[in-house]
């Protein structure tokens, strides 16, 4: 799948007057080297609900998994939009922020792709197996929802000598 290239925009009313965007290759990079993001979606009563989650970057958009029973897994239920951000909690560096629509992942030639990338970035903490079209958790027999956020929107926060806001749109 190709990747969707964005248009690239400097907000100069948040930005130090030396401040340039970031290009989309960095913000990427971020995105794919992450070990936790911090998922936002909305309960059903309009509520926010903020969570951390492991996730992977694969074919241009974030695959984050949940449990049928999660609290993440009921409110996308009913509405798929939400947030994926991470970064540093420090004051350098680059926070990027990706806002879209999550989609349900069900098909079964991308299963295996992303049970494989799990485990090349986090190794044996999250092992998930493929069978009778379902994802699980080693030795648990929950099946485990994943989910796809392709970027419609995405904005990049630098930190450090000079502040930048960077929104990128899909």
């Known amino acids: 799948m190709a990747e969707n290239v964005p248009i690239t925009e400097l907000e100069p ?10 290009p989309w290759a960095e913000a990427r990079e971020i995105l794919a080297a992450a070990k936790v993001y911090w998922l936002s979606t909305v309960r059903p009563d309009g509520r926010p609900h903020v969570t951390p989650t492991a996730a992977v970057w694969l074919d241009g ?13 009921r409110n996308l239920a009913q509405n798929t939009l939400c947030v994926v951000t991470t970064g540093c909690n420090v004051l350098e560096g680059l926070d990027v922020v990706v806002e879209g629509d999550a989609a349900r992942v069900t098909d079964e030639a991308r299963f295996q792709r992303l049970a494989d990338a799990y485990v090349a970035k986090y190794g044996e903490l999250f092992v998930f197996t493929v069978r009778d ?9 929950s099946e485990v929802l994943f989910y796809e956020l392709a970027p419609a929107k995405a ?4 930190k450090g000598d000079s502040f930048s806001q960077t929104r990128w749109r899909f």
């Open 13 to 22: 009313q948040f930005s130090s007057d030396d401040a340039a965007a970031t």
């Open 155 to 158: 904005f990049g926060f630098g």
């Open 133 to 141: 079209g379902a994802f699980h958790i080693e030795g648990s027999e």
């Open 61 to 73: 958009a974030l695959y984050f998994s949940t449990g049928q029973t999660e609290r993440k897994a």
